[in-house]
């Protein structure tokens, strides 16, 4: 595997854009619905392709 094919993490900020959504809905997605996400000290880091299958599977659902 090269670099690359290496996906980067995203930050909270570009998480909320991609969706379009706020920071304390992605902050209850997290805690409520097993949003994937990574908390590293104090910050929250994504995948966009855990993302983007999470919520095609239905884990933003109301």
């Known amino acids: 595997m090269s670099d690359n094919d290496i996906e980067r993490w ?3 900020n570009e998480i909320c854009e991609h969706l379009g959504i706020k920071r304390d ?8 619905k ?19 299958e999470w919520v095609n599977n239905g884990g933003a659902a109301e």
């Open 10 to 12: 995203y930050s909270m």
């Open 25 to 32: 809905t992605v902050l209850k997605w997290i805690l409520n």
């Open 34 to 52: 097993n949003m994937p996400a990574i908390k590293i000290g104090k910050l929250w880091k994504f995948k966009i392709s855990e993302i983007d």
